[in-house]
């Protein structure tokens, strides 16, 4: 019976927010596979997620790398053969301190390639297995750093570059995608992960819930939107 359910991919969720996303995604029916660029912490984190009785599995994948993204592609094809849910939540967050006129551009270059090139090939790679099924649900978990207003503040100018160029290729790919797939970005608010500090007001339980709805929208659902808790977000 299990392999009528839908399979899900969450990037990244070897910790803070994917980590939840996919504990959450098993509880509500969906074999789920963790991805991790690190093979001992994903495999762990799996682990702890099928000791509690949840049917997650591990995969290992550097987004940096596209090597990487293809192996864990074909070793998706082989065990489960399909693909319904991908979230790219993998991310780093690497100027909070910086200028960005001043900062090495090595800082934007690293931020650029996980969190928008990532996301470009991760997607590329991913939905010739969405495509086989014409169905999928992609979100892109995005910030609101990343609306055009925010570009006129100083600081943080790589993540928000990088923020806002993951919404464009939402767009760009919601207009190209044909089929019953839909791709959505998504702001998890300021949440309590290793990325967002202990001061943050939002636990990853609480992100991961303002999330998951786009992981079940119908055919009549969005396409190309940028959502906070719901609520679409004007960028
Ligand atoms: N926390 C917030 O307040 C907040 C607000 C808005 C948006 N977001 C977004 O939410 C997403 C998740 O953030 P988080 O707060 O959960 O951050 P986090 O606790 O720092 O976790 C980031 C995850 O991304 C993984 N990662 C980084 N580079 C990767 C790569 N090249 N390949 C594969 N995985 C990689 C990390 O793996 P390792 O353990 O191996 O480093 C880790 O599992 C990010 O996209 C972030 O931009 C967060």
């Given at each position: 019976m299990s392999h009528n359910k839908q399979v899900a991919l969450v990037t990244?969720?070897?910790?803070?927010?994917?980590?939840?996303?996919v504990k959450q995604l098993a509880l509500n029916g969906f074999r789920v596979i963790l991805a991790s660029r690190d093979l001992e912490k994903g495999y762990e984190a799996a682990q702890r997620l099928e000791q509690s009785g949840l049917d997650v599995t591990f995969v290992q994948m550097d987004v940096d790398d596209q090597d990487s993204i293809r192996q864990a592609s074909l070793t998706v094809n082989e065990t489960f053969g399909r693909l319904d849910v991908l979230i790219n939540n993998a991310g780093v967050y690497l100027d909070e301190n910086e200028l960005f006129m001043t900062m090495d551009p090595s800082i934007l270059e690293k931020t650029m390639s996980t969190n928008f090139f990532g996301v470009y090939h991760v997607i590329r790679t991913f939905i010739p297995?969405?495509?086989?099924?014409?169905?999928g649900r992609i979100i892109n978990i995005s910030s609101e750093y990343g609306v055009m207003n925010?570009?006129?503040?100083?600081?943080?100018?790589?993540?928000?570059?990088?923020?806002?160029?993951?919404?464009a290729l939402t767009r760009l790919a919601a207009a190209e995608i044909q089929g019953d797939i839909k791709i959505n970005a998504v702001?998890?608010?300021w949440v309590s992960s290793d990325m967002g500090g202990?001061?943050?007001p939002r636990?990853?339980?609480q992100a991961a819930e303002s999330i998951l709805w786009l992981a079940t929208i119908g055919p009549e659902g969005p396409q190309g939107g940028f959502f906070r808790d719901g609520k679409a977000i004007d960028w």
């Open positions: 990244g969720a070897n910790r803070g927010i994917g980590f939840e996303l297995l969405m495509k086989k099924r014409s169905f925010e570009m006129s503040e100083r600081g943080v100018g790589a993540y928000k570059l990088s923020k806002l160029a993951l919404n702001c998890p608010g202990p001061a943050a636990t990853p339980k």
